[in-house]
């Protein structure tokens, strides 16, 4: 299954991929080493998009008692900040940064009314620069859950992405596992979580959206 927001860049990819093959078997009949070659290419490019793009059924554990990795890739920060936008005061940071062999799907990690939600248009530094979630693309969005009170959590482009997709609108009920957006390309979610919450997850541990809990509560 592929994500919806892939279906026209997947058509786009496919047209240019027959186009790529016939072009090839009428202008390089004669070089077959070349033709097949340019024949793998293509077949290489129409591969990766369809990867990029995939959306694997995952079926969620619903709970207001955790809340779960909003997307796949490593954990790569676990520390207190301040968070300057909404909050602003110090929360704990939970970052995974997504690699270009990733589902890039983002979910909602916990159950809740969106409090908050604001687009930020910005620069494309690499993913895990320190200023990347303060100065990249990126989306912001609040959760209000009744366990866990106001989580956020932040998409951010990098240096490949050039969409964020964001589908939480302030007022929203939203639950949890459900498709919350996509991040074209890329490349790296932040969910910043209440200081003294205690995390189920490790620096270089792999999350899968969906399955991972990244914290509890009894």
């Not at 240019?16 to 009428?26: K, M, R």
């Not at 205690?198 to 399955?211: F, L, M, P, R």
Request: aromatic letters at 12%.
């Amino acid at each position: 299954m592929f994500h919806k927001e892939g279906s026209k860049i997947i058509l786009i990819t496919l047209i240019f991929v027959v186009g790529i093959i016939f072009s090839a078997d009428y202008f390089l009949k004669d070089i077959n080493w070349l033709r097949i070659v340019v024949f793998l290419f293509a077949l290489l490019l129409l591969i990766l998009i369809l990867q990029f793009f995939r959306n694997p059924t995952r079926v969620a554990n619903n709970s207001d008692n955790h809340i779960l990795a909003p997307v796949d890739g490593k954990v790569v920060v676990i520390e207190e900040v301040f968070e300057p936008e909404y909050f602003k005061d110090k929360r704990l940071m939970v970052s995974i940064f997504m690699s270009p062999i990733n589902v890039h799907v983002t979910r909602y990690a916990l159950n809740g009314i969106v409090k908050y939600s604001k687009y930020h248009p910005g620069k494309y530094l690499v993913a895990w620069h320190p200023k990347a979630s303060e100065e990249n693309e990126r989306t912001t969005v609040v959760i209000n859950n009744r366990i866990f009170g106001e989580v956020m959590y932040r998409q951010i482009a990098g240096a490949l992405a050039r969409r964020i997709v964001n589908y939480a609108q302030e007022g929203m009920r939203v639950v949890q596992g459900k498709d919350a957006g996509f991040i074209k390309f890329g490349s790296r979610v932040d969910l910043y979580l209440p200081i003294g919450t205690e995390v189920n997850v490790k620096i270089g541990e792999k999350a899968i959206g969906n399955k991972t809990v990244i914290c509890n509560k009894a």
